[in-house]
């Protein structure tokens, strides 16, 4: 792999993960509200888990942001994408589609949508591409300047197509 795309898919994967930490940690008593409603664990594991999602995202982030523990944190990182795509699934399954999805914090109500599987799982692949071999050479300040501007693209791209999914299903609801 590119050592640019290798450092814009390591920023992107750590500003994503904080940002979906730091949204359940600023409003624990909601995020534990969106775990009790996916219906998949024990009353009793709902507070727990909803302390140690985030907590684990964080050090997910954190491991991938370290060079030593970046492989282990790809793989931790796909897995999480990858379980959250399972309790969309699951739910999708059930019927439950209006329930949050709970990436977006409290303050941006996503409810669930075949969309997202499709979404983490591109996101895990992504993780997954980190245990590629680099290719072996030094980044100049070029290549810097590339990846920013790379970063700034793929961070835009991702929310105007999360807003773009939202406008969707709220268009849909006014056809009908």
Known sequence: MDPVLHAVTVAALVALLLHAALGKLRAPLHFAGVLADYRLLPAAWVTPASW???IGELAVA?????PATRSAAAL???ALLLAYAAAIGINLARGRR???CGCGGPDARRPIQPAMLARNAALAALAASLLA???PRELVWLDW???TMLLAAAVGLY???GQWTQNRRVLRAVER
């Open 52 to 54: 140690l999602l985030p």
């Open 62 to 66: 954190a491991g991938l942001a370290l």
């Open 76 to 78: 931790a990182c796909a």
């Open 98 to 100: 209006t329930i949050d």
């Open 133 to 135: 071999p680099l290719a």
């Open 145 to 147: 300047l590339h990846a």
């Open 159 to 161: 929310a105007t197509l």
